[in-house]
């Protein structure tokens, strides 16, 4: 058996166009969605996401503004960007590049980013809406996984969900928008004794380690959607997730390839919380 690979390079695409046009919509009410990105330092790879995601909001209409701070900022300096930020009209959704250098408390800056500008979703305030089943802003990961299942029609209702990374960002958000969805839901962590036996038991199996190939093909249920998540880079160069592509295509039922599976959908999502938040914007102004 060969799995079906989950296109989330198409599907992201899609999402896009639907941005754009909602962005359209925005604008003949004279409001442009605006997203400030601001990154610290000059760490790599962050780099990169802050240029691809200024370049997707700008190809979809929305308004980019990316503030880079230099890596010895201190936490009072970049406190103080964040509130100008969150005072600026033309400017709907922040969002603070991390990881922060080592000298940052990354949980106070994100605290400080007004929870309705906080298109990432990780405010504490934020994450609380999402757990009590009334969320404002879904993290871009999840929602992007959210999307994909749907578009793959996967019933969730009743379905056995395990997650592999119980991360603040992806696995425990990740719980809740599938629990929410009717699923029973296994998430996994460093300590988790038996992985493989949490895995095999997954209708659907989302996996966000940062651990490459720890998933291997054994380890799936034959026929179970396999989501994953890993970014990382080889000594080679290549991008490899963190499910071992070849022995899990041969068992799985769909999978998402690494790259162009949830990183692209990641980025449309971002541009679909942003837009959210210009369109409540443009609703308080109208009542
Ligand atoms: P974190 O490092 O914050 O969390 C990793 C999680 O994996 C932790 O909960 C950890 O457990 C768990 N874990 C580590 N080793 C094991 C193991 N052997 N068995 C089971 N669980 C384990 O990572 P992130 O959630 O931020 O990111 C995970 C991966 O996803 C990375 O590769 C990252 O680059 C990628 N990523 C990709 C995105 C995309 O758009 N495609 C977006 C965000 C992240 P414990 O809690 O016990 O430490």
Redesign the pocket.
Known sequence: MTARLIDGKALSDTVKTEVSKRVLALKKQGITPGLAVVLVGDDP?SQVYVRNKAAACDKAGLHSRVIRLAADTTEGELLDVVQELNADRSIHGILVQ?PLPAHMNASLVIEAIAADKDVDGFHVSNAGLLMTGQPLFRP??PY?IMKMLEAENVALRGAEAVI????????KPMAMLLLAAGATVTL?????RD?GAQTRRADVLV??????G?VTGDMIKPGAVVID????RCADGRLV??VEFDSAKTVAGAITP?PG???????AMLLVNTVEAAERRAAAIHI
């Open positions: 790879a991390l871009c990961t992007g592999v990374g119980a991360s603040n960002i992806v696995g996994c962590n460093s300590k988790t992985l996996v966000a380690t940062g651990k490459p720890i998540v890993g970014i990382n997730g963190d690494v599976g949830v990183g692209p959908m990641t980025i």
